[in-house]
T-cell receptor
């Protein structure tokens, strides 16, 4: 079946540090890949997406590249801010339906 | 426009009791989804409505869970009787007809259910 594995948290960084959150997946066919973010007290928000191999999704300074050869979709940001503190979820959609398969989430805390 | 609204935001009930969660999707969104995150684990799909019809309920854990969407508007998810392992955060999401996760899929802020 489909599955998503992402790095364990929590991750604590100083402001302006470089961020990487690893995500790998197992899926049939060619899935679409997503990163969602949940800020405290809010719902899940789509951060970025990529729908085919070698696509790069980007938003708010975050980037992730769809790597088919390594089945990965790692999230990166060059300089994090305190406001980036949240839980980040990697997810995929495989096949023709609308169902998402999520990872376990990675909590990020950015300190001054 | 108003987002996806879920009620209540928190619920604490005793094992064996009944709880009903409610989701109000964005007005005009035909697709409505329920997901659940249990104890810091992954978020898992429960089911998908298209208007009032259940399109996919493959993720419903057992027959203690009943989801309805009367008139294709708001949806309820009832757990009866609740067990300890039902504790978690229940998310609702909605999207317009003809669109899905690649496009306008909006989540609510979730209902945190604690069964004691």
């Amino acid at each position: 079946g489909n599955s998503v594995t992402q790095m364990e948290g929590p991750v604590t960084l100083s402001e302006e540090a470089f961020l990487t959150i690893n995500c790998t997946y197992t899926a049939t066919g060619y899935p679409s890949l997503f990163w969602y973010v949940q800020y405290p007290g809010e719902g899940l928000q789509l951060l970025l997406k990529a729908t085919k191999a070698d696509d790069k999704g980007s938003n708010k300074g975050f980037e992730a590249t769809y790597r088919k050869e390594t089945t990965s979709f790692h999230l990166e940001k060059g300089s994090v801010q305190v406001s980036d503190s949240a839980v980040y979820f990697c997810a995929l959609r495989a096949g023709g339906g609308n169902k998402l398969t999520f990872g376990t989430g990675t909590q990020l805390k950015v300190e001054l | 426009e108003a987002g996806v609204t879920q009620f209540p935001s928190h619920s604490v009930i005793e094992k064996g009791q009944t709880v009903t969660l409610r989701c109000d999707p964005i007005s005009g969104h035909d697709n409505l989804y329920w997901y659940r995150r249990v104890m810091g684990k992954e978020i898992k799909f429960l089911l998908h409505f298209v208007k009032e019809s259940k399109q996919d309920e493959s993720g419903m854990p057992n027959n203690r869970f009943l989801a309805e969407r009367t008139g294709g508007t708001y949806s309820t998810l009832k757990v009866q009787p609740a067990e300890l392992e039902d504790s978690g955060v229940y998310f609702c999401a909605s999207s317009q007809s003809g669109t899905g996760v690649n496009y306008g899929y909006t989540f609510g802020s979730g209902t945190r259910l604690t069964v004691v």
